[in-house]
């Protein structure tokens, strides 16, 4: 199965350099867990897999929380809520695909829809909110 995200692309980038350089570290992260979780049935590497995706899943939520408030971003709150959200559904799918109720391949569109949606189209309203603060 190929991965619909195809790597990293331009049109993913939200000229914050910080968060552009994690987003893509995420991206290939997905990608290697989409692979790795297809070619090996090894169940201790797979738990490995998922730690690996969710330590730097909080890392990078963190690090983009922090720089929302250095900027007084007005929308973190709600941000920090999309990006709990996000761990819960990561765990909830981890549990699911360990104990066989769903494939490796709806843990990965999860992943897909996540990078989609909130990678590029939620963060995104932190890019229009720093580039317009920088013109005032
Ligand atoms: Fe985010």
């Not at 692309?9 to 939200?14: C, G, T």
């Not at 720089?67 to 699911?96: C, T, V, W």
């Not at 391949?105 to 932190?126: A, I, S």
Request: net charge negative; proline share 1%; glycine share 6%.
């Amino acid at each position: 199965m190929q991965s619909k995200l195809e790597g990293w692309s331009e049109k993913y980038e939200l000229g914050i350099e910080e968060i552009d350089l994690q987003h893509h570290y995420f991206l290939d992260l997905i990608a290697r867990l989409s692979k790795e979780l297809q070619s090996s049935n090894d169940h201790s590497y797979h738990k490995s897999l998922f730690i690996e995706l969710g330590l730097y899943t909080h890392f990078h939520f963190i690090s983009e929380e922090n720089l929302m408030y250095r900027a007084s971003f007005p929308g973190l709150k709600e941000h920090k809520k999309l990006h709990n959200q996000l761990i819960d559904g990561l765990n909830r799918n981890k549990l699911l695909f360990e104990d066989g109720y769903i494939q490796a391949l709806q843990v990965v569109e999860f992943l897909e829809l996540w990078f989609l949606n909130h990678t590029v189209g939620e963060d995104r309203k932190f890019a229009d909110f720093l580039k317009k603060s920088e013109q005032d």
